[in-house]
């Protein structure tokens, strides 16, 4: 990985994860999948992270062959994005399948110039833990990793801590993304990587919990030494939209003075976003519309086009547009309609359609 983006990914980076943008025939929509990662970097976000869930799994089905051209869009992008404003952008690619496929496509993030591997154990329960463990280990041979806890209902498994303790054992673990959207095995996480043998971040995926566990101090003793674990940054689908204020907020937590005391309104803040969460990820029908949420958003500001989803079955769930409606009237303060706004002005004037 560059030292600038190791450095950055160490203090801690706020990383969305990035939707595909498609038009009514859904096809890859090249002109608003830029326009898209541009409004990510200028609301403030520290890099992206392509080709994971929010992304959509399908890009790599061979009849829709998009994995590479995605990747391939998007780092070009964040390059340029870069060039011009000397900004470092942390460049994060998801990598799925079997060892075979894991690695496969490691080696295509790597010689496109990704800084790091998110990978996914998704699908992967016929799989023993050995097996991931070495899954692990050869795909940190081909670039540094992320280490990735996925939620059960999405696709996910529950592992062990003994599990966690032998990836932070291997050396191209950079990150650990605990995103199990469950409080016990978010603690495994921590009491792993507080013990591993090299420095490893603590990032949240776990999008019902966001400011929590930004604010959260782990410690653990072992009858010899306490070690204290913190949650440096966050990957998350959440951030895909309402993203420059998100932005200020994550900002403001990461300002808090070490041992300050946490202010009353971020508590009450971390439950609303919470709730917010819980109408753009569908929670109240198991998630099925998570995908088809965040698109609906950014549709409503502008920044897509549609909720299309590759899988025409991937679709806003019963009551989940009524839902987000709900949230964009409770919680003004979270959402920024008036950024977006300004930005597709600012962006369509310098990157005027061509049709």
């Not at 502008?302 to 949230?327: F, S």
């Amino acid at each position: 990985m560059r030292k600038p983006a190791n450095d950055l990914l160490m203090r801690g980076a706020f990383i969305p994860a990035m939707p595909l943008a498609l038009n009514a025939d859904r096809e890859f929509n090249e002109y608003v999948q830029r326009r898209l990662i541009r409004y990510y970097l200028e609301s403030g976000a520290d890099g992206l992270a392509v080709g994971v869930h929010t992304t959509q799994f399908a890009i790599r089905d061979p009849k829709i062959n998009l994995f590479e051209r995605v990747l391939k869009l998007s780092i070009d992008e964040m390059r340029a994005y870069s060039i011009e404003t000397g900004r470092t952008v942390l460049a994060v690619a998801g990598v799925c399948g079997e060892t075979e496929q894991a690695v496969r496509e490691a080696r295509t993030a790597a010689s496109l110039g990704y800084d790091l591997a998110l990978l996914s154990p998704g699908g992967l329960g016929h799989l023993s833990e050995d097996e991931m463990v070495e899954r692990t280990r050869q795909v940190a041979s081909v670039m540094d990793v992320m280490g990735f806890y996925l939620q059960i209902a999405v696709g996910g498994r529950a592992f062990s801590f003994d599990y966690w303790k032998r990836v932070c054992d291997i050396a191209g673990v950079k990150a650990i993304k605990c995103a199990a959207f469950d409080r016990y095995r978010t603690v495994d996480v921590a009491r792993a990587i507080a013990f591993a043998p090299h420095e490893i971040a603590l990032y949240t995926g776990n999008d019902d919990s966001i400011v929590t566990d930004l604010l959260t101090k782990y410690r653990f003793t072992d009858g010899r030494e306490t070690k204290t674990v913190s949650t440096r940054g966050g990957l998350l689908g959440h951030w895909c939209a309402w993203t420059s204020a998100a932005v200020r907020l994550f900002q403001r937590i990461k300002a808090l003075p070490e041992g300050a005391s946490v202010p009353q309104d971020l508590l009450s803040l971390a439950a609303a976003v919470t709730d917010v969460n819980g109408a753009f990820f569908d929670a109240h029908n198991g998630f099925g519309g998570c995908i088809a949420g965040m698109h609906e958003v950014l549709r409503r500001q502008g920044l897509m086009d549609g909720v299309w989803c590759l899988d025409p079955k991937e679709a806003l769930g019963p009551g989940q547009a009524e839902e987000i409606t709900r949230v964009y009237r409770m919680y003004p303060e979270l959402s920024d309609d008036a950024f977006a706004k300004a930005f597709l002005e600012k962006y369509s004037a310098a990157h005027p359609l061509k049709r």
